[in-house]
């Protein structure tokens, strides 16, 4: 079955710390990948996107994310979380006609 | 660009009553549009996919007698809850497929329904 996996419910980092959030996907052709943000009681924001090209995607307020197809994962990255970073972290799948999956969340939380 | 207005961010209702969820697409015009209901601490699920001018298609156990969906306009999709239960209190989030966000969603900031 062709969905999205996200492993870990809940992350907690300190200000300041490195972040990584795992997504993996079980699709059979390159998918559109994306990474989404949600804030308490809001609608989602797109950080990012992969089609092709360049593995390696700059989204905005500093995360990047990653597509590695032997892993078939396209991991969140970023190198300092900011106390405003806490929030909700949806990765999705794009399958074509109108077919998007969402992972199941990650809720990060955020130490000072 | 692409951004998707939704309103009323919250509601409270009494069951046995309707309610109206608009979704409109500010800068853009939006043949399809999806709505989404979340539970706490879950993810996104599909409840139905709006096309203007044409019925609206439901994913398998939404009831579309309870949940309809009117698309009549190009900027404009709207979602009543009619007859509302406690059960039926969720977030509701509407989305629209921007053409040149390749594929990408941009979404509605929610609707929190609270049916007493």
């Known amino acids: 079955a062709q969905s999205v996996t996200q492993p870990d419910i809940h992350i907690t980092v300190s200000e300041g710390a490195s972040l990584e959030l795992r997504c993996n996907y079980s699709?059979?052709?390159?998918?559109?990948l994306f990474w989404y943000v949600q804030s308490p009681g809001q609608g989602l924001q797109l950080l990012l996107k992969?089609?092709?090209?360049?593995?390696l995607v700059q989204g905005i307020k500093g995360f990047e994310a990653e597509f590695k197809r032997s892993q078939s994962s396209f991991n969140l990255r970023k190198p300092s979380v900011h106390w405003s970073d806490a929030a909700e972290y949806f990765c999705?799948?794009?399958?074509?006609?109108?077919?998007?999956?969402f992972g199941a969340g990650t809720r990060l939380t955020v130490k000072p | 660009g692409a951004v998707v207005s939704q309103h009323p961010s919250r509601v409270i209702c009494k069951s046995g009553t309707s309610v109206k969820i608009e979704c409109r697409s500010l800068?853009?015009?939006?043949?399809?549009m999806f709505w989404y209901r979340q539970f706490p601490k879950q993810s996104l699920m599909l409840m139905a996919t709006?096309?203007?001018?044409?019925?609206?298609?439901?994913e398998q156990g939404v009831e579309k007698d309870k949940f309809l969906i009117n698309h009549a306009s190009l900027t404009l999709s709207t979602l009543t809850v009619t007859s509302a239960h406690p059960e039926d209190s969720s977030f509701y989030i509407c989305?629209?497929?921007?053409?040149?966000?390749?594929?990408?969603?941009?979404f509605g900031s929610g609707t929190r329904l609270t049916v007493v």
């Open positions: 999705a799948v794009f399958l074509g006609n109108n077919d998007m999956r």
């Open positions: 989305s629209a497929r921007v053409v040149h966000l390749n594929y990408g969603y941009t």
């Open positions: 699709y059979g052709a390159t998918p559109y």
């Open positions: 800068d853009f015009q939006a043949t399809t």
């Open positions: 992969y089609f092709s090209g360049d593995t």
């Open positions: 709006s096309n203007e001018g044409s019925k609206a298609t439901y």
